[in-house]
């Protein structure tokens, strides 16, 4: 069975926010083949979540769920969208969706070296000013780091523009 379509974040399996597993999903009560792995901002637990439960907003409507952060003052539709239709991660730290160009961006998890380096100057500068990185630090970073070293990067493209960006996360 394929994984349905996600709009803003293409590759779930990729940027490890769901992953194969037998269980069964509590929202449906399938066992779909998949599981979800990010976070559930909802009352009360959720032993168990299936990609498909995610995408129709099944799961969203059935526990007043909310899978990720995204203040925003765009369109409602793309808003709700990224809140209750939308697989999410688990970080350190609240982490708000990023948009640009009147949209949301795509989610592609962890960014690697390659990925800091293929970003734009605007947005370097936009890091050195607003995190503790240092021009030095940063350099650094960008040829060394690897996932799940700390901080931890997370990276976004924007649907429109495809430029890259980033956000920092740190336990
Ligand atoms: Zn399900
Ligand atoms: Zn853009």
């Not at 009352?43 to 952060?69: E, M, R, T, V």
């Not at 100057?121 to 030095?136: A, F, G, P």
Request: glycine share 4%; charged share 25%; hydrophobic share 25%.
């Amino acid at each position: 069975m394929e994984l349905p379509n996600f709009k803003y974040h293409p590759d779930p399996i990729g940027s490890d926010s769901i992953c194969e597993s037998s269980e069964i999903c509590e929202c449906c009560g399938k066992q779909t083949g998949y599981r979800y792995k990010g976070s559930i901002y909802c009352k009360g637990d959720i032993s168990s979540l299936c990609p498909w439960c995610i995408a129709d907003g099944s799961a969203a409507k059935k526990y007043d769920a909310q899978f990720n952060n995204f203040y925003s003052d765009l369109p409602d539709e793309i808003v709700k969208e990224v809140q209750e239709r939308t697989p999410g991660f688990y970080s350190f730290q609240e982490q708000d969706w990023l948009e640009h160009c009147d949209d949301a961006c795509e989610f592609y998890g962890q960014a690697l070296a390659s990925d800091l380096q293929s970003l734009s100057q605007s947005e370097v500068n936009w890091i050195l000013e607003n995190t503790y990185l240092d021009s030095e630090e940063w350099e650094h970073l960008k040829q060394e780091h690897v996932p799940d070293s700390e901080p931890v990067i997370y990276k976004y493209v924007c649907r429109k523009c495809k430029e890259v960006f980033v956000s920092f996360d740190e336990s």
